[in-house]
Each structure stands twice: as C-alpha cells, then as structure tokens.
C-alpha cells in the first residue's frame, strides 16, 4: 500500500532554511509523479514544487520559485523540499504527494493526486 511520511517540520526565522523529507513505500517510486503542498490557516491547499512523471522535471509555481527546491534520492526512497529564505508568509501544514502518469506540470494540481502523507508543520516567525 502506498505510504507517504512528511517529516522536518520545524519552527525558524525569517531569512532561515529547512528541509522536509518525505519518505515513500508501497509503489515505484521512481515512475510516479511527486508533490510538495501545503496549507496554511483560513487558506486552501497550494502546490509548492513537483516532479512530473516520466522526464522527472521539476516544476514550481511563482510564489515559491528561486526559494524552495524540490529533489529526490531515489535508492532512500525519499523526496526533499529544501526551503531557504523563508517567510511568515510560508507558514503552514506541508504535505507530500505521489500519483502515477501524472506529466508536466499537472504535477502542481492537487486533485491530481491520490495518495498523500499526514502533514508537517513549518513555522516562520521572530
């Protein structure tokens, strides 16, 4: 069964760095689509990077592009989202996704996606 476990979440400044990890089971994680979400208070679901199917491109939509980077290491079975200069603005529960034949960069729509982790929380503030 797929399983999908976000992990790294952490409370930092303004201007500081963190990297989320989500560590996959239960599928080819190499053949599926992978996505990084997230959800703050009051506010809707947003994609924050993905990595399409097939090519494995990246994609990133404005508000986090030259900020966040989306990656994977394949033989751990994990994908990272390294966060750096972050922002009050980017507090929120964050979230890992995986879908099959998922390409370009439909990864970044979240009612693409299946499967998904519990969540990890991120907090921006002095």
């Known amino acids: 069964q797929v399983q999908l476990v976000e992990s790294g979440g952490d409370s930092v400044q303004p201007g500081g760095s963190l990297r989320l990890a989500c560590v996959a089971s239960g599928f080819a994680f190499d053949s599926y689509a992978l996505g990084w979400f997230r959800q703050a208070p009051g506010k809707e679901r947003e994609a924050v990077s993905c990595i399409s199917a097939g090519d494995g491109d990246t994609h990133y939509p404005w508000t986090v592009k030259g900020r966040f980077i989306i990656y994977r290491d394949v033989p751990k079975n994990t994908v990272y989202l390294q966060m750096d200069n972050l922002r009050a603005e980017d507090t929120a529960i964050y979230y890992c996704?995986?879908?099959?034949?998922?390409?370009?960069?439909?990864?970044?729509?979240?009612?693409?996606?299946?499967?998904w982790g519990q969540g990890t929380q991120v907090t921006v503030s002095s």
């Open positions: 996704a995986t879908q099959p034949k998922l390409y370009g960069d439909d990864c970044l729509t979240e009612n693409e996606y299946e499967y």
